[in-house]
């Protein structure tokens, strides 16, 4: 296991200042274990979570982390306020760090139960939402939002809504930069076609200069994030932190000072041993190994690693053998690159 002490240290940097992304299908327990591997100071999110599932369904499953990925968030889709505050019990109890209310998923499953992006027409409701949860709750109680929504698009209704959640108490704002359609795009398009608008945040930032903004949106690189953190007060980076994790191998270094230095295949043989422990634990292998796949992106080699584990980590029989296996055949390759190479 892993030492996380580092980043429970007093320091003056925003505890918001780089966090991955709230990502479904894929920032689950194990991801998310691994992203901390790569950063000790990252802010983790969950999955997007329901009140309806996390109150009726499998609890233990939803509020699953490993200690080592403190400081992490559980993100709730709701807008029942006596759901939320029950989850925000819930999630307290369990040992979050944070409860953060999703109010920019465009997708029409969630919409149907005013979940997500659809709340952005309803700020006072949201604000009770939020204004009850940090009643009920003594962790941070955020939101996440887009800057707006089909008609409801204009810089000056994207004020009124924060102004208030503002007036209801809450103190950190998660923006994507985009505007959400809700009808006529797919959740993709909706994260890819809107154009980012990047000022409207730098001016919620000045107008509401006391509370904490995190941009999020189109954000793939840690030169991109220092340029956006000087107008705000944190980054959120979503696929590509899962698509291309060793970026985030320098976030401690470049975003928080504090060095982190690991090799890929330090990282890699550090996920192997909790794969194990997971592993005998009775967790399949393809649950785990499926977001390692891109760790050696763009590297000699890194295609051939990610087949390998494709192929054989998703058999039944499958050990984190598998994973080992692979990243031995990766160092050979490399150990013959560099010696073919002048």
């Given at each position: 296991?892993?030492?996380?002490?580092?980043?429970?240290s007093?320091?003056?940097?925003?505890?918001?200042?780089?966090?991955?992304?709230?990502?479904?299908?894929?920032?689950?327990?194990?991801?998310?274990?691994?992203?901390?591997?790569?950063?000790?100071?990252?802010?983790?999110?969950?999955?997007?979570v329901?009140?309806?599932?996390?109150?009726?369904?499998?609890?233990?499953?939803?509020?699953?982390?490993?200690?080592?990925?403190?400081?992490?968030?559980?993100?709730?889709?709701?807008?029942n306020?006596?759901?939320?505050?029950?989850?925000?019990?819930?999630?307290?109890?369990?040992?979050?760090?944070?409860?953060?209310?999703?109010?920019?998923?465009?997708s029409?499953?969630?919409?149907?139960?005013k979940?997500?992006?659809?709340?952005?027409?309803?700020?006072?409701?949201?604000?009770?939402?939020?204004?009850?949860?940090?009643?009920?709750?003594?962790i941070?109680?955020?939101?996440?939002?887009?800057?707006?929504?089909?008609?409801?698009?204009?810089?000056?209704?994207?004020?009124?809504?924060?102004?208030?959640?503002?007036?209801?108490?809450?103190?950190?704002?998660?923006?994507?930069?985009?505007?959400?359609?809700?009808?006529?795009?797919?959740?993709?398009?909706?994260?890819?076609?809107?154009?980012?608008?990047?000022?409207?945040?730098?001016?919620?930032?000045?107008?509401?200069?006391?509370?904490?903004?995190?941009?999020?949106?189109g954000?793939?690189?840690?030169?991109?994030?220092?340029?956006?953190?000087?107008?705000?007060?944190?980054?959120?980076?979503?696929?590509?932190?899962?698509?291309?994790?060793?970026?985030?191998?320098?976030?401690?270094?470049?975003?928080?000072?504090?060095?982190?230095?690991?090799?890929?295949?330090?990282?890699?043989?550090?996920?192997?041993?909790?794969?194990?422990?997971?592993?005998e634990?009775?967790?399949?292998?393809?649950?785990?190994?499926?977001?390692?796949?891109?760790?050696?992106?763009?590297?000699?080699?890194?295609?051939?690693?990610r087949?390998f584990?494709?192929?054989?980590?998703?058999?039944?029989?499958?050990?984190?053998?598998?994973?080992?296996?692979?990243?031995?055949?990766?160092?050979?390759?490399a150990?013959?690159?560099?010696?073919?190479?002048?």
């Amino acid at each position: 296991m892993i030492n996380t002490a580092k980043a429970h240290s007093v320091r003056a940097e925003s505890p918001w200042r780089f966090c991955t992304a709230p990502m479904m299908d894929w920032s689950d327990a194990h991801c998310r274990y691994f992203w901390r591997l790569l950063s000790q100071h990252a802010r983790l999110y969950t999955e997007m979570v329901t009140t309806g599932a996390l109150i009726h369904g499998d609890r233990q499953r939803f509020l699953h982390f490993n200690q080592e990925e403190h400081p992490v968030a559980l993100q709730l889709g709701g807008s029942n306020i006596a759901e939320l505050i029950e989850c925000a019990k819930i999630a307290e109890g369990a040992g979050f760090d944070e409860v953060n209310l999703n109010c920019g998923c465009p997708s029409d499953r969630v919409q149907n139960n005013k979940i997500g992006a659809c709340l952005m027409a309803e700020p006072k409701l949201v604000a009770e939402c939020l204004s009850g949860m940090q009643n009920a709750v003594s962790i941070p109680v955020t939101v996440k939002h887009r800057i707006g929504i089909d008609e409801l698009d204009s810089e000056a209704y994207l004020h009124e809504f924060v102004a208030e959640l503002t007036s209801a108490g809450c103190q950190v704002f998660i923006v994507h930069a985009r505007k959400a359609w809700l009808n006529g795009l797919s959740p993709k398009e909706n994260r890819e076609i809107p154009p980012l608008h990047y000022d409207y945040v730098h001016r919620l930032k000045q107008a509401f200069s006391d509370r904490t903004f995190v941009m999020n949106g189109g954000i793939n690189t840690l030169a991109q994030s220092q340029e956006q953190l000087a107008h705000v007060d944190g980054v959120m980076m979503g696929r590509e932190a899962y698509h291309n994790p060793f970026v985030m191998s320098e976030v401690d270094s470049q975003l928080f000072n504090s060095a982190n230095a690991r090799t890929r295949e330090e990282i890699l043989q550090a996920f192997i041993d909790y794969s194990w422990h997971q592993y005998e634990a009775g967790t399949r292998l393809h649950h785990m190994s499926r977001h390692i796949l891109g760790i050696f992106a763009g590297q000699h080699g890194g295609k051939l690693f990610r087949r390998f584990i494709s192929e054989n980590a998703c058999k039944k029989e499958a050990t984190p053998d598998v994973l080992q296996s692979a990243l031995d055949q990766m160092m050979a390759h490399a150990s013959k690159q560099q010696a073919i190479e002048p």
